[in-house]
């Protein structure tokens, strides 16, 4: 039986509840406990892949690389609004992150995310407006202004984007400025590089690009948590016996490939021709160990991986975070896939969360918590949880 008293060790970076406002669609989410390994339901549109960006946003620190890639990711960077000065901050894409897709105006709470109970260790992202003065040495200075002052008629006003934390503010970026040219510095100069709380890893929906998987591949490739991913992925294949990366020779982005050894052949394959399923459980074993005493984020975890697997990869995924000091959240619409999470949650009944997201009679979304006796009656008893 496991020992249910060390359900209240956390360590340091671990979050314990967690606090969403005026971010993407929700209003005011909020979950009460987290655990060590957490996996979220709901149906299409009820904002699992959001509370994934918000724990990202959160443990970033707000950094303008996570707020850009975001909004890049989902398309959502083209000129919806005509924007016919630049003092109508309304229309910037980053819009799209806040509740309702508008920007919050000058003095609004804006978004909050973080621990419930912990406001100086949330992040609220404002806007803020600044009137640009030089002095005759040609030092600038700049001055708060107010939302009136917006529509005036001075080219010195600037509009920003910024993090408070506590009594201090932090600028993440410039609203009036073009994004496009944002996005370009924000991989180029040092000003966009903001300390995150704790690593963090992102294994997305259509899993990570190939020059992420060979530079996380790198860290790991000649320590023991190599063996754990191709333990891990041996659950597919059990013949693999060994992974290596090798620069592609067709690839014009300079690129490298994962090549996997297997006792049935002498010469390797590609890793992407052994199927969806492999490379997908690489990919998140990949990722668990890269985000060593920090955190995993998976979207859609079951993508790929056959239901005959699921409990295992689970049991792995509740055994590595474990040792690896790493929380973990995850989504998925699958019933096989809660079906395994439930049998890795019974033999680790201490480290597990389950949550339901659903909308109230209000249009607000809200986080149902299971127990893992209500999840196991719903599975025996074919009632619908996902």
């Not at 709901?42 to 690389?65: F, H």
């Not at 107010?146 to 910024?162: F, G, P």
Request: hydrophobic share 40%.
């Amino acid at each position: 039986m496991p020992d249910r008293s060390s359900a209240n060790h956390r360590v340091p970076h671990m979050i314990d509840s967690f606090l969403a406002e005026n971010f993407r669609l929700f209003d005011r989410l909020r979950i009460d406990r987290l655990a060590r390994v957490n996996l979220f339901v709901g149906k299409n549109n009820s904002g699992k892949s959001a509370l994934l960006e918000a724990i990202e946003v959160y443990a970033s620190n707000a950094s303008p690389r996570t707020l850009l890639n975001l909004v890049k990711a989902r398309e959502e960077t083209w000129s919806g609004k005509a924007q016919v000065e630049f003092r109508q901050l309304y229309g910037n894409p980053i819009r799209h992150l806040f509740l309702g897709h508008e920007l919050p105006r000058i003095g609004e709470r804006g978004v909050v995310l973080g621990p419930i109970d912990v406001p100086a260790d949330q992040v609220n992202i404002i806007t803020a407006a600044f009137r640009v003065a030089s002095d005759e040495q040609g030092n600038l200075t700049r001055t708060p202004v107010n939302q009136t002052d917006l529509w005036e008629t001075d080219d010195t006003i600037e509009l920003a984007l910024m993090a408070r934390d506590g009594e201090r503010f932090r600028r993440i970026m410039r609203l009036d400025d073009d994004l496009e040219r944002v996005m370009r510095r924000s991989y180029s100069s040092s000003l966009f590089e903001i300390e995150a709380k704790c690593p963090i890893q992102v294994v997305p929906t259509r899993n990570m690009e190939g020059r992420k998987i060979a530079k996380l591949w790198d860290m790991i490739g000649l320590t023991d948590l190599a063996e754990e991913v191709i333990s891990g992925i041996r659950l597919i294949d059990p013949h693999i016996t060994g992974i290596q990366f090798v620069e592609s020779t067709v690839s014009l982005r300079d690129e490298r490939v994962p090549l996997v050894r297997t006792s049935l052949s002498d010469e390797p394959l590609p890793l992407r021709s052994m199927g969806d399923g492999i490379t997908r459980l690489f990919h998140i074993v990949l990722a668990l160990t890269a985000a060593k005493g920090g955190i995993l984020l998976v979207d859609e975890f079951e993508n790929g991986l056959h239901w005959s697997v699921q409990s295992a990869v689970w049991k792995i995924i509740f055994r590595l975070a474990e040792r690896l000091d790493v929380q973990v959240f995850a989504t998925t619409h699958s019933r096989d896939c809660i079906n395994g999470f439930e049998a890795a949650w019974k033999e680790n009944e201490n480290l597990g969360a389950f949550f339901r997201l659903d909308t109230n009679k209000q249009g607000q979304v809200q986080a149902r918590a299971y127990s893992l006796d209500t999840l196991t009656d719903a599975l025996d008893t074919a009632v619908e949880v996902r």
